[in-house]
């Protein structure tokens, strides 16, 4: 395995780390340890209706961030997944790249890649899961506390280029409060049928004194091949496999014939599709007053197969000989990821008092990370990124109508991918920005504005290329509440720009993990949107509503297009530029239907939709088409159950060279008990996924004609907290 010494070369970039917490540590060590701590860094109030309203620093409820969404306690335990995209698959205006088992990145209306960001407290994973669709994302699910959904203009407050919007992951590593109680365990063990899925993960905060919590946490998860409800291969995929095999046939190579037929039959079992993944973090904070600081280290590692596109290695008629075998034994090797990540960070809040500023927040995260592309047992492809991300934070006291805060944001990458198919060339990235959010309070009108600055240098010492961008972005929100609180309308209008990343501009050569031949452009010039959009939140009477509604007209837009060729032997995509829009619609609805001592039912209705073409009509690939969800939840004492029926539309509006997906519906349904009464932090959920056994493909997802979704799975979770 290649893989360097990470220690070494934390050294290297820690320093800033170090710096970060030696100005944390003096005002923390002066300040009284006896005052109490919030609950969170991350401020999370409970309206009068239940309704968690998630809040930026200094903003009391931040509706430039449109479209806000949680997803935690027995939600997050029942939609559990090994990969971030499938856990957060169902909420509206999100789907998944699904592009297998061990690889799943969530998309945001319509948009992924590196136009939505997956964050881990507020800064980046700083992995590769961004650049390609069969890279995981290194956060293990099992350890993760909340997840945050947030949409719209003014997540340009954590990148430029989060113009989708971003995924800001919760996890347990750094303890954000003191401990009350001698210790505190949580456990969650799993098992599923579809999968043979076995996992457990554990995590442990114990207190060292009055001021002083430790934390550890591990997890591991297994996986076999994925159960599937029929044929693996799309009917269009299909019928070439078979052409191709009649044709093999014709011409005397029956054993070709036979491997394509076999092929193009394979059902049950998606081959090659297993995972294996397993973490550990250990962290400590201390508390002093209303400050805190806190450290953390972790280590992320998963082995998973990728699928491989039925028929890749058999081109008929091409070559002779022993160049024809060689080609047939390289289309038998199977691909899998062997992927390690080492991760510090360090996160601190420090009070400032009743002056204008009331807190500085501080959030640094750096990684080493590497991932191996195996072809068999041989080495393919090695990619090698070392990353640091931090941001500060101002927050403002509130004066009257007036609150807010200011900040400034740096972030390097040094990517390298090794090898004789590495298709991108080493790159330098460097980001400095500095952003603004503030919200004036008129009672039932408030004004909202966010802003950012940010430079952006891409360099690539092989090609002699060094880019340099200057991006401005900025959201302005009018909201009314025309009663009591009960619906907040608003509007946003938004400006955003985002420089290419260093996989659009210097991608050029095979890419075997996607099958496919990947062409970048090192002209491509900076992306920029005008957006506007109209929101509906709160509650109507006994029901709880959000919509939003949102136009998008991109400049120079980036994107990834089949070109219909193909160069050693694979078919080549090439990243272009245009005019585009996006037009889109998103909405839930909660609602009780029966409320009496002892048992609420309660229905739950979920939808959205997203056009996106470019300026002359033709669709832009992968957009996710019309879904629907709906659901049932009753309560009766120390059991609870959920039944829903998720419909997901054909999608035939698409790009040259892209196929159509059919429309497909799943029955899901949960159940869930409470044995100890009167505490519901011990809990065992059954879960019913499929349950018709439906063939069903995410039009997202690069694989979808030969990697389907899972069949009929049956699943049971445990989770403790003592």
């Given at each position: 395995?290649?893989?360097?010494?990470?220690?070494?070369?934390?050294?290297?970039r820690?320093?800033?780390l170090?710096?970060a917490?030696?100005?944390?540590?003096a005002?923390l060590?002066?300040?009284?340890?006896?005052?109490?701590?919030?609950?969170?860094l991350h401020?999370r109030r409970?309206?009068?209706?239940?309704?968690i309203?998630?809040?930026?620093?200094?903003?009391?409820?931040?509706?430039?961030?449109?479209?806000?969404?949680?997803?935690e306690g027995?939600?997050?335990?029942?939609?559990?997944?090994?990969?971030?995209g499938?856990?957060?698959?169902k909420?509206?205006g999100?789907?998944a790249t699904?592009?297998?088992?061990?690889?799943?990145?969530?998309?945001?209306r319509?948009?992924d890649?590196?136009?939505?960001?997956?964050?881990v407290?507020g800064?980046?994973?700083?992995?590769?899961?961004?650049?390609?669709?069969?890279?995981?994302?290194?956060?293990?699910?099992?350890?993760?506390e909340?997840v945050?959904i947030?949409?719209?203009?003014?997540?340009l407050?954590?990148?430029?280029?989060?113009?989708?919007?971003?995924?800001?992951?919760i996890?347990k590593?750094i303890?954000t409060r003191r401990?009350?109680?001698?210790?505190h365990?949580?456990?969650?063990?799993?098992?599923?049928?579809?999968r043979?899925?076995r996992?457990?993960a554990?995590?442990?905060?114990?207190?060292?004194?009055?001021?002083?919590?430790?934390?550890?946490?591990?997890?591991y998860?297994?996986?076999d091949?994925?159960e599937i409800?029929?044929?693996?291969?799309?009917p269009?995929?299909?019928?070439?496999?078979?052409?191709?095999?009649a044709?093999?046939?014709a011409?005397?190579?029956?054993?070709?014939a036979?491997e394509?037929?076999?092929?193009?039959?394979?059902?049950?079992?998606?081959?090659n599709?297993?995972?294996?993944?397993?973490?550990?973090?250990?962290?400590a904070?201390?508390?002093?007053?209303e400050s805190?600081?806190?450290?953390?280290?972790?280590?992320?590692?998963t082995l998973?197969g990728?699928?491989?596109r039925?028929?890749?290695?058999h081109?008929?008629?091409?070559?002779?000989?022993?160049?024809?075998?060689?080609?047939?034994?390289?289309?038998?090797?199977?691909?899998?990821?062997?992927?390690?990540q080492?991760?510090?960070?360090?996160?601190?809040?420090?009070?400032l008092?009743?002056g204008?500023?009331s807190?500085l927040?501080?959030?640094?995260?750096?990684?080493?990370y590497v991932h191996?592309?195996f072809?068999?047992?041989?080495?393919?492809?090695?990619?090698?990124v070392?990353?640091?991300?931090?941001?500060?934070?101002?927050?403002q006291?509130?004066?009257?109508?007036?609150g807010?805060?200011?900040?400034?944001?740096?972030?390097?990458?040094d990517?390298?991918a090794?090898?004789?198919?590495?298709?991108?060339?080493?790159n330098?990235?460097?980001q400095?920005?500095?952003f603004?959010?503030?919200?004036?309070?008129l009672?039932g009108?408030?004004?909202e504005?966010?802003?950012?600055?940010?430079?952006v240098?891409?360099?690539?010492?092989?090609l002699?290329?060094?880019?340099?961008?200057?991006l401005?972005?900025g959201a302005?929100?009018?909201?009314?509440?025309p009663?009591?609180g009960?619906?907040?309308?608003g509007?946003?209008?938004?400006?955003v720009?985002r420089?290419?990343?260093?996989?659009?501009?210097?991608?050029?050569g095979?890419?075997i993990a996607?099958q496919a031949?990947?062409?970048?452009?090192?002209?491509?010039t900076?992306?920029s949107a005008?957006?506007?959009?109209?929101?509906?939140?709160?509650?109507l009477?006994p029901?709880?509503?959000?919509?939003?509604?949102?136009?998008n007209w991109?400049?120079?837009y980036?994107?990834l297009?089949?070109?219909?060729l193909e160069?050693?032997?694979?078919?080549?995509?090439?990243?272009?530029?245009?005019?585009?829009?996006?037009?889109?619609?998103?909405?839930?609805?909660?609602?009780?239907i029966?409320?009496n001592?002892?048992f609420?039912?309660?229905?739950?209705?979920?939808g959205?939709?997203?056009?996106a073409?470019?300026?002359?009509?033709?669709?832009?690939p992968?957009?996710?088409?019309l879904?629907?969800?709906?659901?049932?939840?009753a309560?009766?004492?120390?059991?609870?159950?959920?039944?829903?029926v998720?419909?997901?539309?054909e999608?035939d509006?698409?790009?040259p060279f892209?196929t159509?997906?059919?429309d497909?519906?799943f029955v899901?349904?949960?159940l869930?008990?409470?044995p100890?009464?009167g505490?519901?932090?011990?809990?065992v959920?059954?879960?019913?996924?499929?349950?018709f056994?439906?063939?069903?493909?995410?039009?997202?997802?690069?694989?979808?004609?030969f990697?389907?979704?899972?069949g009929r799975?049956f699943?049971?979770?445990l989770?403790g907290?003592?």
């Amino acid at each position: 395995m290649l893989y360097h010494n990470h220690f070494t070369r934390f050294n290297l970039r820690a320093s800033a780390l170090v710096l970060a917490t030696s100005l944390l540590a003096a005002p923390l060590a002066a300040q009284d340890g006896t005052q109490t701590q919030g609950d969170d860094l991350h401020d999370r109030r409970v309206d009068s209706d239940g309704v968690i309203v998630v809040t930026g620093p200094g903003l009391e409820q931040l509706d430039v961030l449109t479209g806000t969404s949680i997803v935690e306690g027995e939600e997050l335990q029942r939609e559990l997944d090994g990969q971030i995209g499938e856990v957060l698959a169902k909420q509206p205006g999100v789907s998944a790249t699904s592009f297998s088992p061990g690889a799943s990145r969530p998309v945001l209306r319509g948009f992924d890649g590196e136009r939505v960001r997956v964050l881990v407290d507020g800064i980046g994973t700083i992995d590769v899961s961004n650049t390609s669709a069969d890279h995981a994302v290194t956060v293990e699910p099992l350890t993760v506390e909340r997840v945050e959904i947030l949409r719209g203009p003014a997540v340009l407050l954590y990148g430029s280029q989060a113009i989708g919007g971003a995924v800001n992951i919760i996890d347990k590593r750094i303890p954000t409060r003191r401990l009350r109680e001698p210790f505190h365990l949580d456990v969650l063990a799993e098992g599923d049928t579809a999968r043979d899925l076995r996992s457990g993960a554990a995590s442990l905060d114990l207190p060292v004194g009055a001021n002083l919590v430790l934390h550890a946490d591990g997890s591991y998860r297994n996986t076999d091949d994925l159960e599937i409800p029929g044929l693996s291969i799309a009917p269009d995929l299909r019928a070439d496999l078979l052409a191709d095999a009649a044709e093999e046939e014709a011409e005397g190579e029956f054993e070709e014939a036979d491997e394509l037929r076999e092929a193009a039959n394979q059902r049950g079992v998606l081959p090659n599709s297993y995972t294996e993944t397993w973490s550990a973090n250990a962290g400590a904070a201390i508390f002093a007053g209303e400050s805190n600081l806190g450290v953390s280290i972790g280590w992320y590692d998963t082995l998973y197969g990728v699928p491989g596109r039925p028929g890749a290695g058999h081109h008929h008629g091409e070559e002779e000989g022993g160049d024809e075998a060689a080609e047939e034994e390289e289309g038998e090797e199977r691909v899998s990821i062997d992927m390690r990540q080492f991760r510090a960070d360090m996160r601190g809040e420090l009070a400032l008092g009743d002056g204008f500023f009331s807190t500085l927040r501080t959030r640094v995260g750096y990684s080493d990370y590497v991932h191996t592309e195996f072809e068999g047992e041989e080495v393919g492809t090695v990619f090698d990124v070392e990353g640091i991300e931090g941001r500060a934070e101002l927050i403002q006291n509130r004066r009257g109508a007036l609150g807010g805060s200011i900040g400034v944001q740096y972030y390097y990458r040094d990517f390298e991918a090794i090898g004789a198919e590495a298709f991108v060339a080493p790159n330098l990235t460097n980001q400095f920005a500095v952003f603004a959010l503030q919200e004036v309070d008129l009672g039932g009108f408030q004004i909202e504005g966010a802003a950012r600055y940010e430079t952006v240098d891409i360099s690539s010492d092989a090609l002699g290329v060094d880019r340099d961008f200057g991006l401005f972005s900025g959201a302005l929100s009018l909201i009314v509440e025309p009663g009591e609180g009960d619906l907040r309308f608003g509007v946003t209008g938004s400006r955003v720009e985002r420089a290419p990343g260093g996989e659009e501009l210097f991608a050029n050569g095979p890419h075997i993990a996607t099958q496919a031949f990947e062409i970048g452009d090192p002209s491509l010039t900076k992306e920029s949107a005008l957006g506007v959009e109209g929101f509906v939140r709160g509650s109507l009477g006994p029901a709880t509503v959000s919509f939003s509604i949102y136009q998008n007209w991109f400049d120079d837009y980036i994107y990834l297009q089949g070109t219909g060729l193909e160069e050693d032997d694979l078919p080549v995509f090439q990243y272009l530029q245009g005019d585009a829009d996006y037009f889109g619609l998103e909405g839930e609805v909660s609602f009780p239907i029966i409320e009496n001592q002892g048992f609420t039912l309660s229905g739950d209705v979920r939808g959205d939709y997203v056009k996106a073409e470019l300026d002359d009509g033709t669709p832009l690939p992968r957009i996710p088409p019309l879904s629907l969800l709906g659901a049932l939840e009753a309560d009766v004492g120390a059991f609870g159950g959920r039944v829903e029926v998720q419909y997901f539309a054909e999608q035939d509006d698409i790009a040259p060279f892209e196929t159509p997906t059919d429309d497909f519906t799943f029955v899901n349904a949960s159940l869930s008990f409470t044995p100890i009464r009167g505490n519901d932090t011990v809990r065992v959920l059954l879960r019913a996924d499929n349950i018709f056994d439906v063939t069903g493909r995410r039009h997202a997802s690069f694989t979808k004609d030969f990697v389907p979704l899972s069949g009929r799975n049956f699943k049971v979770s445990l989770l403790g907290s003592f």
